[in-house]
């Protein structure tokens, strides 16, 4: 089992190094699991209280952020 601890979000080598993440939205938990299921477009935009969305690849993600 691997852990990564962020305390600024570095969305990207968050969901491709971590087996299990935990998403906590004003010191609670959000939701907890495996980054595919837990970061998704809805979860983070809930957190970071912006609209965030992802551009599908075939090898990686790419995270696109917008405010409004």
Not at 5 to 16: F, G, M, R, S, V
Not at 52 to 59: D, K, Q, V, Y
């Amino acid at each position: 089992m691997s852990y990564c601890i962020q305390w600024k979000a570095n969305l990207d080598h968050t969901y491709e190094q971590a087996t299990e993440v935990w998403l906590l939205a004003h010191g609670k938990l959000l939701a907890s699991g495996a980054p595919q299921n837990v970061m998704t477009e809805r979860n983070l935009s809930a957190v970071f209280e912006a609209n965030i969305g992802h551009i599908r690849n075939a090898s990686y993600k790419l995270w696109r952020v917008s405010r409004g």
